[in-house]
């Protein structure tokens, strides 16, 4: 049973940085280039983004309990297990603190787009701040992946070479 819960957080950290490197760096991005109506394009970024995030709480949440079902209080000593409490933070912060008021502001716009309107300022400052928390969680996301992948292949060299004998 332990063997499929590894596995496991091996796949849930493969959607959790995949999704939020291939939203954040592809489909966003190529998002605003084929769309014309950037206020479409950016309602639509925004959703995808809302996506990511809510697959990030949920597999925060799966391998925090991962962790200390595997590690008991040692999980807390762990960098691994600390990158995913960080990146947990981190996405709880752009979610509900920063995203709300994004979409206020944008709806006091309205009609205009935010970007033609007095909020303009204010909107680029947090939309700055968003990306580069979202630059954070990405790095963040690559150190995550090849910390537990240096782990892995630590713990599967003795069994691999046992086998081989």
Same mark, same amino acid.
């Given at each position: 049973? @332990?063997?499929?819960?590894?596995?496991?957080?091996?796949?849930?950290?493969?959607?959790?940085?995949?999704?939020?490197?291939?939203?954040?760096? &592809?489909?966003?991005?190529?998002?605003?280039?084929?769309?014309?109506?950037?206020?479409?394009?950016?309602?639509?970024?925004?959703?995808?983004?809302?996506?990511?995030?809510? *697959?990030?709480? &949920?597999?925060?949440?799966?391998?925090?309990?991962?962790?200390?079902?595997?590690?008991? @209080?040692?999980?807390?000593?762990?960098?691994?297990? @600390?990158? !995913?409490?960080?990146?947990? /933070?981190?996405?709880?912060?752009?979610?509900?603190?920063?995203?709300?008021?994004?979409?206020?502001?944008?709806?006091?716009?309205?009609?205009?787009?935010?970007?033609?309107? +007095?909020?303009?300022?204010?909107?680029?400052?947090?939309?700055? *701040? #968003? #990306?580069?928390?979202?630059? +954070?969680? #990405?790095?963040?996301?690559?150190?995550? !992946? /090849?910390?537990?992948? @240096?782990? =892995? *292949? *630590?713990?599967?060299?003795? =069994?691999?070479?046992?086998?081989?004998?």
């Amino acid at each position: 049973m @332990r063997k499929i819960a590894d596995s496991l957080a091996w796949l849930v950290i493969t959607a959790w940085i995949g999704s939020l490197w291939g939203i954040g760096y &592809v489909a966003v991005p190529v998002l605003f280039q084929a769309q014309p109506d950037r206020m479409l394009a950016g309602m639509l970024a925004g959703k995808m983004f809302t996506l990511v995030a809510y *697959i990030g709480m &949920v597999c925060a949440c799966y391998l925090l309990i991962h962790g200390i079902n595997k590690f008991g @209080r040692a999980a807390f000593r762990q960098t691994a297990f @600390r990158i !995913v409490i960080l990146l947990l /933070l981190l996405t709880i912060i752009m979610q509900f603190g920063i995203q709300p008021i994004m979409t206020s502001l944008k709806a006091h716009a309205l009609p205009v787009d935010i970007m033609q309107s +007095a909020f303009a300022g204010q909107f680029k400052m947090l939309h700055g *701040i #968003s #990306s580069l928390l979202y630059l +954070a969680q #990405s790095l963040l996301g690559a150190v995550l !992946v /090849l910390k537990t992948m @240096r782990c =892995s *292949i *630590i713990e599967l060299s003795p =069994s691999t070479s046992h086998s081989n004998s």
